[in-house]
């Protein structure tokens, strides 16, 4: 089974750019459907976006995210990204990036495989 590490998260300001990696281990990320969630306090967790193992991507339609959020793959050394621009407080969240070789959801409960998270915190 492969596992995943999240980083890059950390501590910016409004306005300012980052890119999470998602790294994984054990298995070639190559096989499956890499998707980005993040969850704030008391908030359910949301999908962001997905890249499958074509390449092919789909984001969640709100505008504030598909606009803005960017996800990508290296196959080469086995990570897959997510760039995020124009960051705003209420991108305050811990992400997650989570992994399925069957399917390519929107859902949490379409992902076998989670890392455990890295905290993203926009001061404004």
């Known amino acids: 089974q492969v596992q995943l590490v999240e980083s890059g998260g950390g501590l910016v300001q409004a306005g300012d750019s980052l890119r999470l990696s998602c790294a994984g281990s054990?298995?070639?990320?190559?096989?499956?459907?890499v998707g980005w969630f993040r969850q704030a306090p008391g908030n359910e967790r949301e999908f962001l976006g997905v890249?499958?193992?074509?390449?092919?991507?789909?984001?969640n339609a709100n505008a504030h995210v598909k606009d803005r959020f960017t996800v990508s793959r290296d196959n080469a050394n086995n990570r897959v990204y997510l760039q995020m621009d124009r960051l705003s407080p209420e991108d305050t969240a811990v992400y997650y990036c989570a992994a399925d070789d069957a399917r390519i959801g929107i859902e949490p409960d379409d992902y076998e495989y989670w890392g455990q998270g890295t905290q993203v915190t926009v001061s404004s």
């Open positions: 054990r298995r070639s990320l190559r096989s499956y459907a």
């Open positions: 890249i499958s193992w074509t390449g092919a991507r789909k984001y």
